[in-house]
């Protein structure tokens, strides 16, 4: 009897085991059957891949579950509080502005300066701004909402819906500026055959107080934010994007580090103390009495700087560990100044974050000064046009209505050499022109009046086609000087 149980349970085990086999091999079975399909349907693209153990397969490599999430989209109330309420939100979008407009531009061919300082004279929407004010709030609009619109109030006979009659301007009365959410767009251009087609004709403007009132866009400047996917403009109702949407979650995860070290700051030193009977006196409901006992611990640690104990009470001290937490700021702080295009050291200040900020100031300050003079030319550019060409059609302006010729907009350099390094420059462009006078590349007539036949001295040299001609001439009338030379 026991010989048969024996059997029976050695063929029971046998055929559980057998059963588990089975199932494993079913299961390899299913997996490789599942990979096959992932990889027969799948697009075709370059990686590596392993059926066995699931690499690169998604559903058994965590990593291919991995994708990209394009977060929270931020709109009016959210970017009027982070440009009111966050400071370094504020300084991504100002600090640009300020270099883009701290040095401002020239007309060449003003030889008075008389545009910029005509440029002074316009109103902007505060009693004491002026159209420089309202440039640079409408660039600090473009950077913060993703766009502005800058009104021109033009006396030229027409109404605001009209266009603009170029030919007579009698006066340039003020200029507003308003962030994108205080616009619309009512009217097109509808005529596919024209170069303009499907582009704002008439603009809607909603002040914050007072009657909205409608515009022609040849009375307008637009500010466009942040160049983004058409798809994304169409939501925006054709404007860019503000410049914190694409830096917000890095914006949000510093904000979050910064206050997390407060609270490593605030819970630096922890108190522990040992009560005899503590497991007892929860038990016991004695909850409250333990809550005074501390509350009188602390009391006394503030006041006299002394601790009041029992016999069977131990108190200690413990310094909470910062090992490592510079250079994790660090990174952080780098990855935000990476979004921004702004270099650490003019974001942040001059911050002391570990050794993961390296010692490359001229660089930083190089490729700075690179994307300014790129958001010049792109952004601040057009407009200064727009509004140099108004202020020089105003019969009553500086010109009297008169074009300048072949005028044209610089901007002063972002980067200004000390005296020693100009001297040094002026001199080394010296022993150049030399060598061209020299060689007969350069007449010194044409040296003298490239560096100081304009407004202040310049490197650039510009070649004279009359002296040229005049040498021509002079060959011509006098050959036997020529062959005998």
């Known amino acids: ?21 089975m199932e494993a091999a079913n299961h390899d079975s299913l997996v490789a059957a599942n990979a096959k399909s992932t990889i027969q349907n799948a697009p075709v693209s370059d990686g590596w891949m392993n059926i066995l153990t699931g690499l690169g397969i998604l559903g058994y490599d965590k990593k291919e579950s991995t994708r990209f999430y394009s977060g929270f989209r931020l709109y009016e109330a ?36 008389k545009i910029v300082k005509w440029l002074r004279k316009i109103k902007g929407v505060t009693p004491n701004s002026t159209a420089k004010t309202e440039i640079i709030r409408a660039l600090r609009y473009a950077r913060g909402y993703g766009g502005a619109l800058m009104v021109m109030f033009v006396d030229d006979g027409g109404k605001l819906t009209d266009p603009l009659n170029l030919n007579n301007i009698r006066n340039i009365e003020s200029v507003k500026t308003y962030h994108r959410f205080r616009t619309s767009r009512v009217q097109y251009y509808l005529d596919e055959t024209q170069p303009n087609y499907y582009q704002t004709e008439i603009y809607m403007v ?16 637009p500010f466009d934010g942040e160049d983004c996917p058409p798809e994304v403009r169409l939501m925006n109702y054709d404007w860019g994007d503000s410049v914190l949407q694409a830096v917000y979650t890095r914006l949000r995860g510093l904000g979050e580090s910064y206050a997390g070290c407060e609270h490593i700051i605030s819970e630096f030193i922890l108190t522990f103390l040992q009560m005899n009977g ?67 050291r003019k974001l942040f200040g001059e911050v002391n974050v570990g050794s993961s ?14 994307m300014i003079s790129s958001e010049q030319q792109e952004k601040l550019l057009p407009a200064l046009e727009i509004l140099a060409r108004i202020i020089m059609l105003n019969k009553t302006g500086p010109t009297s209505g008169q074009e300048i010729p072949n005028w044209e907009i610089k901007f002063d350099p972002l ?26 590349i350069l007449a010194p007539e044409e040296i003298r009046d490239s ?8 490197f650039e040299t510009k070649i004279d086609p009359k002296l ?12 036997d000087d020529n062959e005998g030379e």
Request: hydrophobic share 30%; net charge negative; glycine share 8%.
């Open 451 to 458: 560096r100081f036949g304009g407004d202040s001295y310049s």
């Open 415 to 440: 980067r200004q050499m000390s005296q020693k390094e100009i001297c040094d420059a002026r001199k080394i462009q010296m022993e150049t022109d030399s060598g061209y006078v020299t060689s007969g």
């Open 206 to 221: 909603n002040p914050p107080r007072g009657t909205g009132y409608q515009v022609h866009e040849s009375r307008c400047i």
């Open 468 to 479: 040229d001609l005049k040498k021509e001439l002079d060959d011509k009338t006098n050959p």
């Open 357 to 370: 900020l390296g010692d490359n100031r001229e660089e930083e300050t190089d490729d700075y000064n690179n």
């Open 1 to 21: 009897m026991s010989n048969s149980r024996s059997a029976a349970a050695i063929k029971g085990a046998q055929t559980r085991r057998f059963n588990r086999f």
């Open 278 to 344: 503590l497991a007892n006196m929860i038990a016991g409901g004695q909850e409250r009495a333990i809550k005074e006992r501390l509350n009188i611990l602390d009391l006394s640690k503030h006041i006299s700087n002394t601790v009041l104990l029992d016999k069977d009470e131990t108190i200690n001290r413990i310094s909470a560990s910062i090992s490592g937490l510079p250079d994790l700021m660090g990174k952080l702080i780098q990855a935000t100044s990476a979004e921004t295009g702004i270099p650490v």
């Open 78 to 113: 959210e970017l009027r509080d982070l440009l009111t309420y966050n400071g370094l939100a504020k300084r991504i979008i100002n600090l640009p502005v300020e270099d883009m407009t701290r040095k401002w531009f020239k007309v060449e061919g003003d030889t008075d300066n």
